[in-house]
């Protein structure tokens, strides 16, 4: 059985030994909390019975449980500049004192460690038993959800305060290829452009697996949102949306 307050009581003691200054903490406890719900908003939607639903649901509250280190040992959250936040999240729980603070029932383990190594690479690894396979899905999707919001809703400036870009600012070739081709984009190390990095979060769409999930990203108009974050000074640099169908 799982207890889904006992795990949240267990996460925000567990956030506490965080830095509750620092923005970029807070940030991600309530990216944890979100996640949460849509995680359970997507296996609401696929009708699963009620322990899978609140698997998922775990699974959402859970898979950022790094972040918290890695902000504390880099001061990133950048995984480039620092550690892959889904191996140490795997790690992490994998210690069974810690994964036991969240769930008493050891019968989850294997599936929410895979859920939280798989949830952060560009594809699924292989070889997952069906509920692995589930559940990473299910988290890939939640996590996708919400950081569209947080590129839009949260992370969004006043009209006055859009940032411009001019024609000196293109979307790299690799980037637009991978759109053109339906793929999600494998991001490149170090800097990335602005419009390359508008570019990533428009690329989530062909990873997404469940209808919910497009619903919700239809819904709410993230992507046209994304793309009404630059104010384009020169057509040079506007992606046409008839170029990416
Ligand atoms: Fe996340």
């Known amino acids: 059985m799982i207890d889904i307050e006992k795990a949240k009581l267990e996460f925000m003691n567990y956030v506490k030994n965080y830095d509750q200054e620092n923005k970029m903490i807070v940030l ?8 949460m719900e849509q995680s359970k908003n997507i296996a609401e939607s696929l009708k699963l019975e009620k322990e899978q639903v609140d698997l998922a649901i775990l699974i959402g509250l ?14 990133t959250y950048e995984d480039k500049k620092s550690i892959d936040h889904g191996n140490l999240g ?11 603070k969240f769930v008493s ?6 599936i929410i460690i895979v859920a939280v190594k798989n949830h952060n690479k560009y594809e699924i690894q292989d070889g997952l038993t069906d509920l692995e ?3 990473s899905k299910i988290i890939r999707d939640a996590d996708k959800i919400d950081i569209l919001y947080e590129a839009t809703e949260s992370f969004w400036y006043k009209e006055s305060e859009k940032d411009f870009i001019d024609s000196s600012e293109f ?3 690799e980037y637009f290829a991978q759109i053109k081709n339906h793929k999600q984009v494998v991001r490149k190390k170090g800097d990335v452009s602005r419009i390359d ?10 990873d997404f697996n469940y209808k919910y999930t497009f619903k919700t ?3 709410k108009d993230y992507i046209n949102k994304i793309i009404d974050r630059l104010d384009y000074r020169s057509s040079k640099s506007r992606v046409k949306l008839e170029e990416i169908k």
């Open 62 to 75: 859970l898979h950022d449980i790094a972040r918290f280190e890695q902000m504390k040992r880099y001061g």
């Open 105 to 110: 029932d050891d019968k989850y383990d294997n």
């Open 217 to 219: 990203v239809y819904e």
């Open 90 to 100: 795997a790690e992490m729980l994998s210690n069974l004192s810690f994964i036991r």
């Open 28 to 35: 991600k406890i309530s990216h944890s909390l979100r996640v």
């Open 171 to 173: 979307v790299s070739d």
């Open 133 to 135: 396979l589930l559940h």
């Open 197 to 206: 990095k508008i570019i990533s979060y428009m690329g989530f769409v062909f």
